[in-house]
């Protein structure tokens, strides 16, 4: 059974800092691209960034540009979001996601994501 499992959600202050990891299991992904994407309460699934299976080539949403960082470590099977200077807007619930597709490129579209994590929340207090 593949899961993707998200940690390292909390409550943190404007400015503040979190690193989000999203541990998957039951198939590798080391091939595969890989993204974050967010829900805010009464709001649309919206992507955040993306990971191609090399490791480069990240994409960011404008509003997370500069100051979120996607990676991975293909040998623990990991994803990870480094959220600096985080803002109140950056309230959600972060959910990882994985494309089964061997190889493939980033994409910003829920559609083109197989597997999907249950979640972490993040709230940002001002």
């Known amino acids: 059974q593949v899961r993707l499992v998200e940690s390292g959600g909390g409550l943190v202050q404007a400015g503040g800092s979190l690193r989000l990891s999203c541990a998957a299991s039951g198939r590798t992904f080391s091939f595969n691209a890989m993204g974050w994407f967010r829900q805010a309460p009464g709001k649309e699934r919206e992507f955040v960034a993306a990971i191609d299976y090399s490791g480069g080539n990240p994409d960011y949403a404008d509003s997370v540009k500069g100051r979120f960082t996607i990676s991975r470590d293909n040998p623990k099977n990991t994803v990870y979001l480094q959220m600096n200077s985080l803002k109140p807007e950056d309230t959600a619930d972060y959910h990882c996601?994985?494309?089964?597709?061997?190889?493939?490129?980033?994409?910003?579209?829920?559609?083109?994501?197989?597997?999907w994590g249950q979640g972490t929340q993040v709230t940002v207090s001002s």
């Open positions: 996601a994985a494309d089964s597709a061997v190889l493939s490129t980033t994409s910003r579209l829920t559609v083109e994501y197989d597997y």
